[in-house]
């Protein structure tokens, strides 16, 4: 009997919804971030320019983010469950 009960958990298990494994990536409890990927080509479409680094805060769920434009610095500050810019300042 018990490797009947094995055998259907196993096809129970093979079973489970394919979108259901496609979900945000998940920090803490309760708290879906978007994909470095999402956030990059949604900053590089607002600042423009090139980045040239980024940093990612766990604490507030914020990347820091350095673009080139030119001859000048953009630092930007980006909600990671956004993709919001939350702030930034230019340096020539």
């Given at each position: 009997?018990?490797?009947l009960?094995?055998?259907f958990a196993v096809f129970v298990a093979a079973a489970a919804?394919?979108?259901a494994q496609r979900q945000?990536?998940?920090v803490g409890v309760g708290v879906a971030l978007k994909s470095y990927s999402e956030i990059k080509a949604m900053t590089d479409a607002r600042i423009g320019g090139r980045l040239i680094g980024s940093?990612?805060?766990p604490d507030t769920f914020t990347y820091q983010m350095r673009y080139m434009r030119g001859t000048g610095i953009i630092d930007v500050l980006v909600d990671a469950r956004t993709g919001k810019i939350l702030g930034g300042?230019?340096?020539m």
């Open positions: 009997m018990r490797p009960v094995l055998l919804p394919v979108g945000p990536p998940v940093d990612f805060d300042r230019e340096s």
